[in-house]
């Protein structure tokens, strides 16, 4: 008898995600499909038409399973405005530039980091600038529409019911004030508060199916679609499953195109002691609480190191040789230096690149990894990480990276999980939050070499720079 009990949509930025999950939180089966933009007007767009091509067909292909629940996820930094049953235009996308006098105007009337724990980023990763932007480009006849995050939008293609959630609220996107649960002076002066669609809580029910998405796929019209939420923070529900995180000091770091670092703290949060500008700020989990927060576009920056088309860091049967490369990457420095995504990360205004480049291609994605790793720390650091660090996400699957974080930061506990798909899962365990996941942490050793002379030289060589 088929068992698929659940389903996510989860919409990252590089690549969509439909799976299929059992009642105790077994994943049964997975499609998955490449992001690409598209422009409107010469500006990047979120490609909407073709994600929702493929969710639909991804839904269809799970028509035979007994499904009751659907909940999305996505990534953060995005906003939809839905009028008259549909978007009243493309959403921008957060890598899209705006026009300098976009850019000054927003500086000037942004509320203080101080507020909302949001960053000055670049492009469009406060999303408070896409309204702006779109209020220059659009202007009143798009004044009407009812705004809601990135993940609720899929809710609504789903359901036909638009809600916000905060913890897509609460993503740097200075219009939540961290402190107060509530809009920022920003979003309410700009009268976006006003036309955002009602919060709910990310493990509400929202609405059931659309009966034509229903007749569509062949699901039951019943199927229960849920609110939704930002997909680190559904890593970060993942991660409270296991024992060695849940109610102890620790660092969840999630990785993908971002590696994002949440520190689970009882300490009380001080937005004056975090360095806003070295990309440190505070999510909002789906409970409302400030989650001190790091990152850089770590994921980007090692593709753009190996070059996409090639073999990736962490594919399983190449990690003994680039274990075995680490040796000579430490005897010729052969290193990369911040930053490869300008204005992110903890070092926004360095200019990287390679020294020494390796013409060996297993020493080149070993020295991607010891960079990533390098980075990383430097973003934990300015966090206080301490205790434990728990690595998940695609990255997690490479030894050369996550051996190095145990190099690097001898103080703290590193593990990985052997369950896969932790971003999903988080959203699974919305529906069940007694759900535990399969398996457990293994605990990472540092690698064998001595990192200590290749980290002075790391850090010589950027005050060269």
Same mark, same amino acid.
């Given at each position: 008898m088929k068992e698929g009990f659940a389903i996510v949509v989860d919409i990252g930025k590089t690549r969509s995600k439909v799976t299929l999950w059992s009642r105790e939180g077994i994943m049964l089966e997975k499609r998955s499909h490449a992001n690409l933009p598209c422009k409107e007007n010469g500006i990047a767009c979120l490609n909407v038409?073709?994600?929702?091509?493929?969710?639909?067909?991804?839904?269809?292909?799970?028509?035979?399973?007994?499904?009751?629940?659907?909940?999305?996820?996505?990534?953060?930094?995005?906003?939809?405005?839905?009028?008259?049953g549909e978007l009243a235009y493309p959403p921008l996308d957060y890598e899209a530039e705006p026009p300098a006098e976009v850019v000054n105007a927003y500086h000037d009337m942004r509320s203080p980091f101080c507020e909302t724990g949001s960053p000055i980023l670049p492009a469009g990763l406060n999303f408070g600038i896409q309204l702006l932007w779109a209020d220059y480009i659009y202007g009143p006849k798009v004044s009407d529409a009812t705004l809601v995050p990135w993940a609720q939008y899929w809710a609504w293609h789903l359901s036909g019911e638009a809600s916000s959630e905060v913890s897509s609220l609460g993503c740097h996107s200075d219009l939540w004030n961290v402190a107060e649960g509530t809009y920022s002076t920003l979003a309410t002066e700009r009268g976006w508060a006003a036309r955002f669609a009602p919060i709910r809580r990310a493990h509400d029910q929202?609405?059931?199916?659309?009966?034509?998405?229903?007749?569509?796929?062949?699901?039951?019209?019943?199927?229960?679609?849920?609110?939704?939420?930002?997909?680190?923070?559904?890593?970060?529900?993942?991660?409270?499953?296991?024992?060695?995180?849940?109610?102890?000091?620790?660092?969840?770091?999630?990785?993908?195109?971002?590696?994002?670092?949440?520190?689970?703290?009882?300490?009380?949060?001080?937005?004056?002691?975090?360095? *806003?500008?070295?990309?440190?700020?505070?999510?909002?989990?789906?409970?409302?609480?400030?989650?001190?927060?790091?990152?850089?576009?770590?994921?980007?920056?090692?593709?753009?190191?190996?070059?996409?088309?090639?073999?990736?860091?962490?594919?399983?049967?190449?990690?003994?040789?680039?274990?075995?490369?680490?040796?000579?990457?430490?005897?010729?420095?052969?290193?990369?230096?911040?930053?490869?995504?300008?204005?992110?990360?903890?070092?926004?205004?360095?200019?990287?690149?390679?020294?020494?480049?390796?013409?060996?291609?297993?020493?080149?994605?070993?020295?991607?990894?010891?960079?990533?790793?390098?980075?990383?720390?430097?973003?934990?650091?300015?966090?206080?990480?301490?205790?434990?660090?728990?690595? *998940?996400?695609?990255?997690?699957?490479? *030894?050369?990276?996550?051996?190095?974080?145990?190099?690097?930061?001898?103080?703290?506990?590193?593990y990985i999980a052997?369950?896969?798909?932790?971003?999903?899962?988080?959203?699974?365990?919305?529906?069940?939050?007694?759900l535990r996941p399969l398996g457990s942490l293994r605990k990472i050793a540092p690698l064998d070499e001595d990192l200590t002379p290749y980290v002075n030289a790391w850090h010589e060589e950027m005050l060269v720079k």
């Open positions: 038409a073709a994600i929702a091509s493929f969710v639909d067909a991804a839904l269809s292909d799970f028509s035979d399973h007994p499904v009751e629940y659907i909940v999305p996820v996505a990534h953060g930094a995005s906003v939809a405005a839905i009028r008259d929202v609405g059931t199916l659309r009966p034509q998405l229903a007749k569509q796929t062949g699901l039951s019209p019943d199927v229960k679609i849920l609110v939704g939420l930002h997909d680190s923070n559904a890593a970060l529900l993942a991660a409270r499953g296991f024992a060695e995180i849940e109610n102890n000091e620790a660092t969840v770091l999630s990785t993908g195109t971002w590696f994002i670092g949440m520190r689970l703290t009882r300490a009380p949060l001080s937005l004056a002691g975090m360095p *806003e500008t070295r990309d440190c700020f505070a999510n909002v989990d789906p409970f409302g609480q400030p989650v001190p927060s790091a990152r850089f576009m770590g994921g980007r920056e090692i593709e753009t190191l190996i070059e996409i088309d090639t073999r990736q860091v962490d594919i399983k049967p190449d990690q003994p040789k680039l274990l075995a490369a680490v040796p000579a990457v430490l005897k010729y420095k052969a290193m990369v230096l911040p930053t490869l995504a300008p204005g992110n990360g903890p070092f926004p205004n360095a200019k990287g690149g390679w020294i020494n480049r390796p013409a060996d291609w297993f020493e080149r994605r070993a020295a991607a990894c010891l960079y990533a790793a390098l980075v990383t720390s430097q973003s934990l650091n300015l966090l206080g990480s301490e205790q434990r660090l728990l690595v *998940e996400g695609r990255f997690a699957e490479a *030894e050369v990276f996550v051996r190095a974080l145990a190099s690097l930061l001898p103080d703290m506990t590193v052997n369950a896969h798909n932790d971003v999903s899962f988080g959203a699974i365990r919305l529906i069940n939050p007694t």
